[in-house]
């Protein structure tokens, strides 16, 4: 059973949301919190859910401090953020703070409970398909071509080190790497931190983030 905290100060959204979630995933139990303050209560006192949806503004929070205090007090619970405001540069900035999914409230219902079903299972989700679409490949420049400094540590991965990357860029999990590249998911695991450490970052998010704002 997953148990997912919707925290929304707009009534209408926030029931609207559970209402959909507990309809179309059987395993799923919704907790509903109308500001940041009743959602840290929730979370003090528990248990922790599997997912939180936060809205960026709402009492108790503005922008992405309601993010960074969560992040800091429970990092172990993934935080994707629901949100109107779903413009790239607000998206990039949710990533790099960390957290995993942004979710337009603009979405379609088929669409916001797949993203949800995606985050629930381990995978980034971010609701412009130009992130995935334009997610860089390994680059192959011509010899004399000037090399960002991106690009001269993709080279520097391994051939399989570069794969297990073009994957994360469009958002697997682990289990679903391991699949694609017929191993063990703990191999995948170790080739997921070599990567993350020779980018600098610490989250997969991060890392996304990190080529997304390359094709700004």
Same mark, same amino acid.
């Given at each position: 059973? #997953?148990?997912?905290?919707?925290? %929304?100060?707009? @009534? +209408?959204?926030?029931?609207?949301?559970?209402?959909?979630?507990?309809?179309?995933? &059987? &395993?799923?139990?919704?907790?509903?919190?109308? *500001?940041?303050?009743?959602?840290?209560?929730?979370?003090?006192?528990?248990?922790?859910? *599997?997912?939180? !949806? !936060? %809205?960026?503004?709402?009492?108790?929070?503005?922008?992405? *401090?309601?993010?960074?205090?969560?992040?800091?007090?429970? @990092?172990?619970?993934?935080?994707?953020? !629901?949100?109107?405001? *779903?413009?790239?540069?607000?998206?990039?900035?949710?990533?790099?703070?960390?957290?995993?999914?942004?979710?337009?409230?603009?979405?379609?219902?088929?669409?916001?409970?797949?993203?949800?079903?995606?985050? +629930?299972?381990?995978?980034? #989700?971010?609701?412009?398909?130009?992130?995935?679409?334009?997610?860089?490949?390994?680059?192959? @420049?011509?010899?004399?071509?000037?090399?960002?400094?991106?690009? =001269?540590?993709?080279?520097?991965?391994?051939?399989?080190?570069?794969?297990?990357?073009? =994957?994360?860029?469009?958002?697997?999990?682990?289990?679903?790497?391991?699949?694609?590249?017929?191993?063990?998911?703990?191999?995948?695991?170790?080739?997921?931190?070599?990567?993350?450490?020779?980018?600098?970052?610490?989250?997969?998010?991060?890392?996304?983030?990190?080529?997304?704002?390359?094709?700004?």
């Amino acid at each position: 059973m #997953y148990l997912i905290d919707i925290a %929304d100060d707009h @009534p +209408l959204v926030r029931e609207a949301i559970g209402q959909l979630l507990q309809q179309q995933l &059987n &395993n799923c139990q919704v907790r509903l919190s109308v *500001d940041f303050p009743s959602l840290w209560q929730q979370l003090a006192e528990g248990p922790e859910p *599997d997912l939180i !949806l !936060l %809205d960026l503004q709402m009492p108790g929070c503005q922008g992405f *401090d309601g993010l960074q205090r969560l992040q800091a007090a429970f @990092p172990q619970v993934p935080v994707a953020i !629901l949100s109107a405001n *779903d413009d790239k540069p607000t998206m990039l900035a949710a990533m790099t703070h960390g957290a995993i999914g942004f979710i337009s409230k603009a979405s379609e219902r088929t669409q916001l409970v797949q993203a949800v079903q995606q985050l +629930l299972q381990g995978e980034v #989700y971010l609701s412009a398909a130009q992130f995935r679409s334009d997610s860089p490949k390994t680059p192959t @420049p011509p010899l004399l071509e000037t090399v960002s400094p991106l690009e =001269w540590k993709v080279r520097a991965l391994t051939t399989q080190q570069q794969r297990v990357l073009q =994957w994360l860029l469009k958002g697997l999990s682990n289990k679903a790497i391991a699949r694609e590249l017929h191993c063990a998911e703990t191999t995948v695991k170790s080739h997921v931190s070599v990567v993350l450490e020779k980018f600098a970052v610490k989250r997969r998010a991060e890392l996304l983030a990190l080529f997304a704002s390359t094709t700004d």
